[in-house]
């Protein structure tokens, strides 16, 4: 899923070519993207892009007067500048925003259908969409650490529940908790002061980084590889590959579609996480520590026989 800093480069580079430009029209190929009935989308023709912004995960293109377009990508939703007038690509393509010199081309991959786009009239229907996280570059450390003990979750749910904070998904929390320092289990409830300052410059510096990065790889050109999975990250996407800090196996946590990785030794100890499915599968046979681990593999000290370990399939997260 595109996280803030991939949407600040779509952001920026949507800037740049449309602003000050007029929407000739929109294109509409898959009725589930569309998720309001007022304003008509017809509304939007001969309007011009007065603004380009971000809420969340929403990119906002908002057109004179208080109209916006607000789009979700989900987790398989891209964005493309194509020439004026292209056609839908053929399976994946959504919608087309179409200027006198441009499309842009809204596109989903795979076969379930999670974008949305949202036609708004004012600040209402804006604020509607506001899910309430603060914006965790903009925020004080008083206001950062407030909202994450406001509830009691692991701290990987909190860096990705946009009801606390705005922007953050599956990869870069892992790569921030990685920089902390600190376990993806460990509860908000129980996190110091010191932990909680920790977290904050951590935040700031992983996403502001990305960002810095994303933006110099895509130069003057419109963005086009946009993953979850990028070289340089220190853990994320990244199970079984050495730490960047201490060389310990990177390992995971899987859940539903997603995937928590760490470093067990940086984050939490030396000790392994439990993979519940995983875990409850194996019982006393799963391993707690790196040491076990290494003793599990074939050849380790607890594997006279030659035995493998503890495996799983190949599965990356999202």
Known sequence: ???????????????????????RS????????????????????GRTLA??????????????PQRCLAIHLMISGRLRWLPPDSPLPRRLGLAAFDFDHGSLVLTEAGTK????????????????????????????????????????????RALTDPG?????????????????????????????????ARLRESTIAVLTEWTAT??????????GKVTAFRKGMAVHGRYRE??????????RIVHGEHETNYCPRCQNGGRILADRSLSRLLKGDWPRTLEELEESRPGGAGSPSGAAGPSRPPRRGV
């Open 26 to 45: 929109v294109r509409v190929a898959s009725p589930f993207l569309l998720r309001t009935v007022t304003p008509p989308l017809s509304d939007f023709h």
């Open 113 to 156: 259908r999670r974008a949305a786009l949202h036609a708004l009239d004012g600040p209402d229907g804006l604020a509607a969409l506001d899910r309430g996280g603060i914006d965790p570059l903009a925020a004080t450390a008083d206001a950062f650490l407030a909202a994450l003990r406001r509830e009691s979750r692991t701290l990987k």
């Open 164 to 196: 606390i904070l705005s922007g953050i998904g599956n990869a870069y929390s892992d790569e921030i908790l990685h920089r902390a320092g600190l376990s993806p289990v460990q509860l908000t409830g129980r996190l110091t002061d010191a932990q909680g």
């Open 242 to 251: 050495p730490c960047p800090v201490c060389s310990a196996p990177v390992q």
């Open 214 to 223: 994303l933006r110099k790889a895509a130069g003057d050109s419109f963005p």
């Open 51 to 64: 603004t380009v912004g971000r809420l969340g995960k929403r990119l906002l293109l908002g057109f004179e």
């Open 1 to 23: 899923m595109p996280e803030l800093p991939d949407l600040e480069i779509y952001r920026e580079h949507i800037a740049r070519l449309c602003r000050g430009r007029i929407l």
